[in-house]
């Protein structure tokens, strides 16, 4: 039978002028990508696209979160920025595959076969194919705890019930460290070989660091042009 899609809040009217926000949003993707180290204009790409040539092999044995979008869809549109940060938070996590599918365009046959009645749709499947839809909230912090939680990974910044003592001590220390320290901390990190098996979390840990220090700066470079 056709799932039933959750209701989702429409985006707050701007009180900025069309041509300051869009400058707004501009600017936050810039310093997101900048925090990130990635390509200026990657802050602004799709995410990760599936549709029926390549579903069954993006998926294949591995934990997965799909976003049925429309880009003419008003909540579709209120959540894209939150989606595709969710995106590049696992982009390279060999066992989660977070992508997403344009059901009025390239992924409209993937939605008619997962019958797919309305968007935006969010469903979670686990390594062996089994398929719930995601009812809770559609911003980037529940999607992601209850995404984690799903994992099995609870020690995560900002929501630390499952760490253990060394963990908590390692997370409290970096979370005090510049931006500067947290990019040489990544490169480090990614250059050297996963001794102790804790080198995703800690690069899972330190991204969403930089988100939030992206965040804040963008939240400041708001302020000022509301000031204006």
């Not at 719930?132 to 980037?140: D, G, P």
Request: proline share 6%; glycine share 6%; charged share 30%.
């Amino acid at each position: 039978s056709p799932l039933p899609v959750a209701a989702v809040a429409a985006p707050h009217p701007s009180v900025l002028s069309p041509l300051r926000a869009a400058m707004l949003r501009r600017a936050a993707a810039l310093v997101l990508a900048a925090a990130a180290g990635l390509p200026a204009a990657a802050a602004e790409e799709e995410g990760k696209r599936v549709d029926s040539s390549n579903f069954a092999a993006v998926t294949a044995g591995k934990s997965s979160f799909i976003w049925y979008y429309s880009p003419d869809c008003p909540h579709s549109k209120g959540m894209m920025e939150d989606w595709r940060k969710l995106s590049k938070m696992f982009d390279k996590d060999p066992e989660v595959v977070v992508a997403e599918c344009n059901c009025d365009g390239y992924g409209k046959s993937l939605c008619d076969e997962n019958k797919i009645s309305g968007v935006p749709t969010i469903m979670f499947g686990d390594p062996d194919g089994i398929y719930e839809e995601y009812l809770e909230e559609r911003e980037f912090n529940p999607m992601q705890r209850w995404m984690l939680e799903k994992l099995g990974r609870r020690c995560v910044v900002g929501w630390m019930q499952g760490c253990d003592g060394p963990e908590r001590m390692e997370m409290l220390r970096v979370q005090g460290y510049t931006e500067e320290a947290l990019l040489r901390i990544q490169r480090e990190t990614e250059s050297k070989p996963d001794n102790d098996g804790k080198k995703e979390w800690r690069l899972a840990m330190v991204r969403a660091l930089l988100v939030r220090r992206a965040e804040a700066k963008a939240a400041a470079a708001k302020r000022k042009h509301d000031e204006l």
